[in-house]
């Protein structure tokens, strides 16, 4: 199984501002969430790198020494690419996996009745992400900015979610939460033919400080729209137990059909604690929106 | 096989200079190119393309449209990849292809005593950039820019020379001239462990109507170090003829050991027609040299 990747300086990294070893284990990491959230186990990959001349001597260690630390920690071995000199930074990374035949997630698998679940906390990458443009620092606030610049792949999760020939398959449909829940469960919608309706209180929110909030940070939008997480957001027929995924994992709402009246025109309903319901665009990454 | 390169606006093509229909043709041609080299049969290719927006319309239409047309050519579907936006177009593509399994070209099989052997002539696409950087039209001196525009790849050779079950090896290295004789020679040297020496007098040139070498160019030094001809440098022990290959392939030298005398610290020595034998620095194409 294979998925490819761009990481691109001034769109998805600060040459100046991220630590350069971040900026190498990320690139990797952000491909191989794609290979988690199918279910498959990582292996290898290939690296295209251009960079202006200026940046080949340390900059470009430091890079491959974090691309290298994950690599470790990932379990895969880079197998080719190409390098070129260009005036700013540009990356594509292919990654490679392997899967039971069979055993492979994918995201049109959502069916009318499935509970919908993500794993772990959703939110703490782009409120890491703001704080660390603040402060610029990789020390303060570290709960959140580790998440942002040394994210963890739920790989394990991905493959039991999937089953074996041995375990039966958890999943109908996955994704992992690159670019926000309210994005990644339209794409899932979409693709399924499907609508959804998730709960504000079920949502596994970052928890952020009191300081935190009074500074303008809200836990709800950080999780509904804020990417980067790289959890797995999954439907699933039968009821899942965070002993069965082996991590946290929450229900947050359920898939609705297509022409459900409550859909209201758009593919995600949100409940709110107050009990209204409304409409959920989705307003994750988007690199081709227009800035508002 | 897998393999990946990039291509990159402003090194690779000039996007308001470039027909767009050969930008995509051309990316997926060059890409594709390594995988006949290796003696790959292609089948499936994934793009990462980032544009900036006002590119997404007819222009990424056009790309499209070339690289289409290539995939048709070379038997390929797109099965993957991503679109982000950004100030210049950088595309990466991964191709893979099959070969069989015991049966793949590598660089470094070179051995003393082997012949030297090119298929088609060299010197054509790097002539033919020069004429359509001087003319900016695709039907002007046609012969020349066209190779330059859209390359053919010679597919069915490098699955000739890597041999099959049913039929014998004929290589023992190989390499595509994407960056020129006198660079791809010296890739094959250093990762073979040997010295080579060509004659002039052999090496295919390009063909120039008169009025074009009195225009400044020259043949020999178009074939040397012009990129971009997209054909196989390889390697045999013996004698190879045209329709083995199935293409016209031409002798151009031989394979010395590392520490034979006559490579006067260069990896490659060229004999000239005067019978003079001079060292051959590789001077194609390398986006890292310092310009001169």
Redesign the interface.
């Known amino acids: 199984m294979?998925?490819?990747?761009?990481f691109?300086e001034?769109?998805h990294f600060l040459a100046d501002v991220h630590p350069t070893r971040a900026v190498g284990y990320k690139a990797l990491a952000r491909a191989t969430s794609d290979l988690a959230a199918m279910g498959a186990q990582p292996r290898f990959f290939?690296?295209?790198l251009?960079l202006p001349?200026s940046r080949?001597g340390r900059w470009m260690d430091g890079l491959l020494a974090g691309m290298a630390s994950a690599a470790r920690r990932f379990g895969m071995v880079l197998?080719?690419?190409?390098?070129?000199?260009?005036?700013?930074i540009?990356m594509?990374i292919?990654v490679?996996g392997v899967a039971d035949v069979g055993h492979i997630l994918t995201r049109s698998g959502a069916r009318p009745g499935d509970g919908i679940y993500v794993s772990g906390t959703l939110g703490a990458a782009q409120c890491g992400l703001e704080l660390f443009l603040r402060s610029r620092s990789a020390k303060r606030n570290a709960t959140f900015v580790r998440p942002h610049l040394y994210p963890r792949i739920p790989i394990e999760l991905g493959r039991r979610l999937t089953g074996t020939d041995a375990r039966a398959r958890i999943a109908s449909a996955a994704i992992d939460t690159s670019d926000g829940l309210s994005t990644d469960l339209s794409h899932i919608c979409r693709a399924s033919g499907v609508c959804a309706r998730i709960f504000a209180e079920k949502i596994p929110c970052v928890n952020l400080p009191p300081r935190l909030q009074y500074g303008g940070f809200d836990p709800l939008k950080l999780a509904l729209h804020g990417g980067e997480d790289y959890q797995i957001l999954f439907t699933a027929k039968g009821p899942v137990e965070s002993r069965d995924a082996g991590l946290k994992v929450t229900r947050i709402g359920e898939i609705l059909p297509r022409r459900h009246g409550e859909c209201r025109g758009a593919l995600i309903e949100i409940v709110h604690r107050s009990g209204r319901t409304a409409r959920l665009a989705p307003r994750g990454w988007d690199?081709?929106r227009k800035k508002q």
Chains 1, 2 share one sequence.
């Open positions: 294979l998925s490819s990747d761009s691109l001034g769109v290939m690296l295209n251009a001349a080949t197998i080719g690419g190409d390098t070129s000199q260009y005036p700013s540009v594509s292919t490679g690199s081709f």
